[in-house]
């Protein structure tokens, strides 16, 4: 069955950085687009960044262009998202999606804390 496991996230203070992973398994991880998406508490998910299956294409969200990058390794069946500068208003739960415009899988998610 697919399965995606988010870690990497935890506490950075205002202007930190930090990696996080997803480990997929259960499909062929080369053939799909993936993304990440973000959810803080009372909200609706929010979609955060995408990546072709390939990694030739990259998009993001205008709020986090310019700080987060997002990358894979296919031969490890891994998805990133290098996150710089971070803010507080990055404080929510970071998700590992399947796909790109239309998602199908998500993670349970890695909690990402900014503060001093």
């Known amino acids: 069955q697919v399965q995606l496991v988010e870690s990497g996230g935890g506490l950075a203070q205002p202007g930190g950085s930090l990696r996080l992973s997803c480990a997929a398994s259960g499909f062929t991880f080369n053939n799909y687009a993936m993304s990440w998406a973000r959810q803080a508490p009372g909200k609706g998910r ?50 590992c999606a399947r796909g790109y415009q239309y998602r199908d899988f998500y993670g349970r998610g890695t909690q990402v804390t900014v503060s001093s």
């Open 46 to 95: 929010e979609w955060v960044s995408g990546i072709f299956s390939d990694g030739s294409n990259t998009y993001y969200q205008d709020s986090v262009k310019g700080r987060f990058t997002i990358s894979r390794d296919n031969a490890k069946n891994t998805l990133y998202l290098q996150m710089n500068n971070l803010k507080a208003e990055d404080t929510v739960l970071y998700y």
